[in-house]
C-alpha cells in the first residue's frame, strides 16, 4: 500500500539555520503529496500541497517542497528557521485510486536561539 | 469564514463507557473525516462520511462508528471503551472529500483520555 516515510522524528536547527524535512514515498507516483504542520494543542493545518502539475511547490510560511520522482521523496525545506517554526511536521499522502489519507509518523522540529 | 469546530474539547471516561464526539465542519463542506492521533500510532484514518453516507472506513474495530446530519455535522462514537482508546481525536472537512485531494481543514481535536 502507499505510504510515506519521514526520516528523522527530531530535528533541531538553529535560528536563521536551513530547514530540511525528509518524506519518502513508496512505489508509483502517487497523485497527491501533502504536508501538514501540527502546533501543540491544535489541529493540522495544511502547508503545501503536490498535485503533479509543478515539481516545485510553495506553501505557506516560506515553506517549499521538491518532488523528485527518481528519489521517490518529498523534502519540506525552509531557508530560514525562525522561532515560530517549532512544531510537528506530517507528510501525507492519497495514492492512486485511493479514498483515505496515509500519514508518516510526524518530525518534530526543535528551533534553538 | 468559522473553522471547524470539535466538543467537547477534553473528555475523560472509565472503561466499559461510551462516548460519543462531535463535530462542526466548515459551511459548504460536504465531507467529514475523523482520525485517531496516538504517540505510539501516529495518525490513522477512522472514516469519512460525505453527504450523510459513510464514504470510506479505515481499520478500526466496530466498536467506532460515526454518523452525519444533513447539516454535514458529524457525530463518533466510541462503545465499551478500552484504555487503548484514549487519544486525540481528529475531524476534518473538505469540499469534495479526500479521494479528490482537496484540502482538508481540521479541527482542534477531542483529547479523550480513558481511566
Known amino acids: 500500500a502507499q505510504s510515506v516515510t519521514q526520516l528523522g522524528s527530531h530535528v533541531s536547527v538553529s535560528e536563521g539555520a536551513l530547514v530540511l524535512l525528509r518524506c519518502n514515498y513508496s512505489?508509483?507516483?502517487?497523485?497527491?503529496l501533502f504536508w501538514y504542520v501540527q502546533y501543540p494543542n491544535q489541529g493540522l493545518q495544511l502547508l503545501l500541497k503536490y498535485t503533479s502539475a509543478a515539481t516545485l511547490v510553495k506553501g505557506i510560511n516560506g515553506f517549499e517542497a521538491e518532488f523528485k520522482k527518481s528519489e521517490t521523496s518529498f523534502h519540506l525545506t525552509k531557508p530560514s528557521a525562525h522561532m515560530s517554526d517549532a512544531a510537528e511536521y506530517f507528510c501525507?499522502?492519497?495514492?492512486?485510486?485511493?479514498?483515505?489519507?496515509?500519514f508518516g509518523t510526524g518530525t518534530s522540529l526543535t528551533v534553538i536561539p | 469564514k468559522a473553522g471547524v469546530t470539535q466538543t467537547p474539547r477534553y473528555l475523560i471516561k472509565t472503561r466499559g463507557q461510551q462516548v460519543t464526539l462531535s463535530c462542526s465542519p466548515i459551511?459548504?463542506?460536504?465531507?467529514v473525516s475523523w482520525y485517531q492521533q496516538t504517540p505510539g500510532q501516529g495518525l490513522q484514518f477512522l472514516f469519512e462520511y460525505f453527504s450523510e453516507t459513510q464514504r470510506n472506513k479505515g481499520n478500526f474495530p466496530g466498536r467506532f462508528s460515526g454518523r452525519q446530519f444533513s447539516n454535514s455535522r458529524s457525530e463518533m462514537n466510541v462503545s465499551t471503551l478500552e484504555l487503548g482508546d484514549s487519544a486525540l481525536y481528529l475531524c476534518?472537512?473538505?469540499?469534495?472529500?479526500?479521494?479528490?485531494?482537496?484540502?482538508?481543514?481540521f479541527g482542534p481535536g477531542t483529547r479523550l483520555t480513558v481511566l
Open positions: 501525507a499522502v492519497i495514492r492512486n485510486g485511493g479514498n483515505q489519507f496515509y
Open positions: 512505489s508509483s507516483v502517487p497523485p497527491y
Open positions: 476534518a472537512s473538505s469540499l469534495g472529500g479526500v479521494q479528490t485531494g482537496d484540502e482538508q481543514f
Open positions: 459551511s459548504g463542506h460536504r465531507s
